[in-house]
């Protein structure tokens, strides 16, 4: 397993050919916080072509359309507390099956109504993302955000993008204020 820091690179199936099926991990805990509301943290892919943008709507996964119409990136599900240990949210990839016209897949986490409930990325702690592959349990990667944020209401976690015709990963660790709607725009999704 490989431990990343951010702004890291790493090739996926370069080492690895055979890798197909990957499952992408999130998870975060919540620091002490009064403000009478639970903490609902949503994970997200952006399929993007190479403008860098989503080329439909459709190209967005997340808890109101957990799955690509090409079946290549599927959600499994709004955890909307995000108690426990592990992966609080899980999004599977099949690399075989991701349309020739798709350059990279971001992994973005939200804060759900962040401003209403006044809640941001610096109340948030021990957020990672780490990639397993789903043939054998063995998780290749890691990154751990560390406490790099404070205002912000979405953070941009890291990308799968294709590279000389093999797939590699971006630790980017970038935090946006606005939310949902920043990260949709920023990636050209009509809301």
Not at 33 to 55: I, R
Not at 78 to 97: F, M
């Amino acid at each position: 397993m490989i431990s990343l820091f951010k702004g890291q690179k790493v090739d996926l199936t370069k080492g690895n050919p055979k890798l197909s099926k990957i499952l992408v991990g999130l998870g975060w805990d919540t620091k002490k916080y009064d403000g009478g509301y639970d903490f609902d943290l949503d994970a997200a892919a952006f399929l993007l072509g190479s403008s860098g943008k989503v080329q439909s709507d459709s190209d967005f996964v997340f808890y109101n359309n957990l799955k690509h119409n090409s079946g290549a990136v599927q959600h499994m599900g709004d955890n909307l507390t995000g108690a426990g240990d592990g992966d609080d949210e899980q999004i599977r990839v099949d690399l075989s099956k991701l349309p020739a016209n798709i350059d990279k897949v971001v992994f973005t986490v939200t804060i759900h109504e962040a401003d209403t409930r006044k809640q941001n990325f610096g109340q948030v702690s021990n957020a990672f993302i780490r990639i397993v592959d789903e043939s054998n349990g063995k998780e290749l990667i890691r990154y751990d955000l560390g406490e790099d944020f404070s205002i912000e209401t979405a953070v941009v976690v890291g990308e799968l993008y294709r590279h000389s015709g093999e797939w590699k990963f971006n630790a980017i660790g970038s935090g946006f204020k606005g939310g949902l709607r920043a990260l949709c725009q920023n990636f050209g999704i009509n809301v």
